[in-house]
């Protein structure tokens, strides 16, 4: 694996910058900071590296993922929005070698509520062909569903994200679409702002009849400064402990920062 200087540099200036600003976390803030159902307006700056592929001769490939979340309200019922905007680099894998380019647009409104012990969020998703090329996006229209369920504890949390989507509309030439993904999501606080987390999303391409699924161990840093902003910088790897199907991912690394911002009322 390959990890360049600028890498290493994103990797290192949050730890850094958090000395001066860091206090200590309650476990309800780390809880609120590592939460994707919580309220508040986010932005979130992630990277998903392949470091390597299953029967590929070193390929590595990564997705810069451009994320923002929304608190609203519609018919009197609390929603989350949440869009992602990839920008992906695809493996040196000859015809067509490294491209690197904006992918598809994903979108999904989720209901919020409470069931027993969970927070849900239950609602639609669409994704958009907003590739910037035809090696970085489907070429298809998909819409489908997002399911999540948290389960706040005094430790941390525990919970999942499950989506699904089929492609209904787009180019005739390109494959039909029918993914399902499943986050399992386990964060455990620790003392001063640290927390160990596992959240690496399996996926089962549906129409192709091919699957991988990765286990992530990882750290990350909670912290605020004195405006009310919250940060959370994590890197975690995965590696891929069960599969179907050739040049699926082996191993990845998952990182970012994860930013919410105070609401004015």
């Not at 927070?119 to 489907?138: F, H, K, N």
Request: glycine share 10%; net charge positive; proline share 8%.
């Amino acid at each position: 694996m390959r990890i360049s200087r600028k890498t290493m540099t994103f990797l290192a200036w949050p730890m850094l910058l958090s000395a001066p600003l860091a206090h200590a976390q309650s476990s309800d803030e780390m809880n609120a900071a590592n939460n994707p159902l919580q309220p508040s307006v986010a932005l979130n700056l992630q990277d998903d590296y392949t470091g390597s592929y299953y029967n590929t001769n070193g390929a590595d490939a990564n997705a810069f993922l451009l994320r923002g979340a929304l608190p609203l309200k519609l018919f009197g019922l609390p929603q989350l929005l949440r869009a992602t905007l990839p920008v992906a680099t695809t493996p040196s894998i000859q015809p067509n070698g490294r491209t690197t380019n904006v992918g598809d647009l994903n979108v999904f409104d989720v209901a919020l509520f409470k069931a027993g012990p969970f927070e849900m969020g239950v609602g639609p998703q669409l994704t958009a062909p907003t590739a910037g090329s035809d090696l970085t996006g489907t070429g298809k229209w998909q819409g489908g569903l997002a399911v999540l369920a948290i389960s706040p504890q005094p430790w941390g949390l525990v919970g999942g994200l499950v989506t699904w989507q089929h492609s209904f509309a787009g180019s005739s030439n390109r494959p039909t679409q029918n993914n399902l993904q499943a986050q399992p999501f386990f964060i455990y606080n620790l003392p001063r702002g640290w927390y160990l987390r596992s959240t690496a999303t399996w996926n089962w391409d549906l129409h192709a009849g091919t699957h991988y699924l990765p286990i992530g161990i990882g750290t990350g840093k909670v912290w605020r400064d004195s405006a009310g902003t919250t940060y959370n910088f994590f890197a975690e790897p995965q590696f891929t402990v069960a599969r179907e199907g050739v040049a699926v991912p082996h191993f990845q690394l998952f990182f970012g920062l994860n930013m919410q911002f105070p609401i004015k009322r």
